[in-house]
């Protein structure tokens, strides 16, 4: 459903035209709407939510009157689920982790985890602004409902120059709010790239097990071959202290 009211003061010919509109929008399903407007053929964000607009600008043509629009809105949503990243199996396998299954399956099952399966959060109730036609982002925050971790996004959503550059962290409590994964979607409105790294989360992996994946790598190739692919696989081994010379 839609309520709008609009007020345009359109003057004489070649002045600028000055628009007020608030609009509501309500029982909107969030995920046909936005494959609709990015052309994704799978979901991304689902539920049913509501927008409220109340914004204002002034213009001569269409792109300064888009360029000058300021204002205010609010999103809510009762159900949001986020689709193509599972935080409970990440929290999972962060949990689970142990010097055994690290080299086997630990960064494959953190890889499905951020590139599939989907994970429900708690309903939103956000306010945003609204300056020069740019819809701005700030801590937007999504919570996990089994209080596993949250996602924190931030940045600019241009309608002025029809692109956005968002940029998310993802935060287990599990690991004292400590950012595992970077996301950013950057682009056009309709067609942002999305990508995600997960560094951190390979540096957790090399602080606690080291040594102990050098260890056994050394056991199956020797200590040169380990070394090569422990390098190519992101994880390091600390350093040892130097021996102790008799005087």
Known sequence: AMDMRMVVDAAQTGQPVRVEQKMTFTDIQVGPLLRALTKQRKDSLTGVGSLMLDIRGEG????????????N???????????????????NTLKDMNSSNILSSLMGSVNSALGGGQTAFKPIDHSFTIAQGTLTLNNFTLETEGETGQIITNGPISLSEWAMDLTSVVELKREAGTPLATMTLKGPLN?????????????????????????????????????????????????????????
Do not use: K
């Open 73 to 91: 809105g609010r999103l809510q949503m009762a159900d949001p689920v986020l689709h193509g990243m599972d935080l409970e199996r990440l929290d």
């Open 60 to 71: 001569i043509s269409t792109s300064a009157l888009v360029f000058s629009l300021a204002g």
């Open 191 to 247: 067609a942002p790239q999305r990508n995600i790294r997960s560094d951190a989360i390979r540096g957790l992996i090399n602080n606690r097990f080291g040594d102990q994946i050098g260890n056994a790598l050394d056991d199956v190739i020797g200590e040169r071959g380990s070394g090569i692919i422990q390098n190519l696989l992101g994880v390091g081994r600390q350093p040892q202290p130097a021996p102790e010379q008799d005087n």
